[in-house]
């Protein structure tokens, strides 16, 4: 396919550029994690997207094509669960043969790596996140509203670990009264084994997880816990724009971050778009409404239109939701984070 035009990397209207893309790969998911997909909206009678819903990995792989040619460097796949899509180390080899993109990351709940993690090293991922948010097994049932444990999450990061990834992060998303004990036992746990711990403030994306202020743990007081144990030292960024406050433990024994997207907003150096499985485009998190590609797609659209298409979302993008939250903006319709990735 022949690469568009090289163009200079547009900016949105503060001056953002683009440099990374997430990318949605299925709405669905093997967990109803409270906070993002409660069982009591998404049950057995939910419908998903049909898979004729689904962006194709050849139509994912031209949107990734055209964002690389505006300045992507990093692409994101998520879900839902992205592990549920089949084949997607076939669409990984796709990705990684694209001109501009320097990195493949991928986020995901662990259950399935222990299958998974060989073939998605194989292909072309360079870093897996995986999501833990508590080591008790109780605790972490009644988040994820599945009987799973602790210990096969565990087993998927060392999966991981056993196939070669040496980047491996685990991001906690801390609720006050729910899983808040917990914030030591995951340091303690962490600490020494080269895995880079993440805690996560609960954020209010979508409107179906009960979001309140009042269970929001801020990334200060969580930083706090850690240190009055393990003293800590600030770390500098890895990048402009990263969302972790990065520290070190003061022993050596690791690093540690943690993301405040309520309590210390950082829109103003979000570099980042997002793919929903039905070809939407997204220009934040928490937006309401997305910009179609599918139908461009899938009347014959040429690479260059598409790239065309996205320099002109983002050179109109304006979003900056969590720096001016408010408690209407919260009540407002929001798209649900598991049709997007977090």
């Not at 997909?37 to 819903?53: A, I, T, V």
């Not at 036992?185 to 996560?200: K, M, N, Q, S, W």
């Amino acid at each position: 396919m022949p690469e568009p035009e090289t163009i200079s990397a547009p900016t949105d209207t503060h001056g953002r550029p683009m440099h990374d893309l997430r990318i949605s790969v299925t709405d669905r998911c093997n967990l109803r994690c409270t906070y993002c997909m409660p069982e009591e909206h998404f049950g057995e009678k939910y419908e998903f997207l049909q898979r004729s819903d689904l962006l194709s990995f050849e139509e994912i792989a031209m949107v990734a094509r055209a964002a690389a040619a505006l300045g992507v460097k990093k692409l994101r796949l998520t879900g839902g669960e992205p592990l549920l899509r089949r084949d997607l180390p076939v669409l990984v080899g796709m990705l990684r043969e694209i001109p501009g993109i320097e990195d493949i990351a991928l986020t995901t709940n662990g259950l399935l790596l222990p299958q998974l993690a060989q073939p998605l090293k194989d292909a072309g991922v360079d870093r897996i996140t995986v999501s833990l948010d508590c080591l008790d097994d109780a605790i972490l049932e009644r988040i994820s509203g599945r009987p799973i444990t602790s210990a096969q999450v565990l087993a998927g990061i060392d999966a991981a670990r056993d196939a070669g990834f040496t980047k491996l992060k685990v991001n906690a998303v801390v609720q006050r009264g729910v899983n808040d004990d917990q914030i030591l036992p995951l340091a303690e746990h962490f600490r020494g084994t080269g895995v880079i711990l993440r805690f996560i403030e609960f954020m209010d994306v979508g409107t179906l997880n009960h979001w309140n202020l009042a269970a929001v743990v801020p990334a200060a007081e969580l930083r706090d816990v850690i240190a009055a144990r393990y003293p800590l030292e600030v770390t500098a960024p890895n990048y402009a724009g990263e969302v972790a406050a990065r520290y070190r433990y003061a022993d050596g024994q690791g690093e540690i971050g943690f993301i405040s997207s309520v309590t210390q907003p950082f829109c103003r150096d979000c570099t980042r778009l997002r793919l929903a499985p039905d070809g939407d485009v997204y220009t934040c998190l928490f937006a309401g409404q997305g910009h179609p590609l599918k139908p461009m797609l899938r009347a014959g659209a040429t690479l260059a239109t598409i790239t065309d298409k996205l320099r002109g979302i983002w050179t109109h993008r304006s979003d900056r939701y969590s720096e001016i939250r408010t408690e209407a903006s919260v009540r407002s319709e929001k798209v649900e984070m598991y049709h997007i990735g977090g």
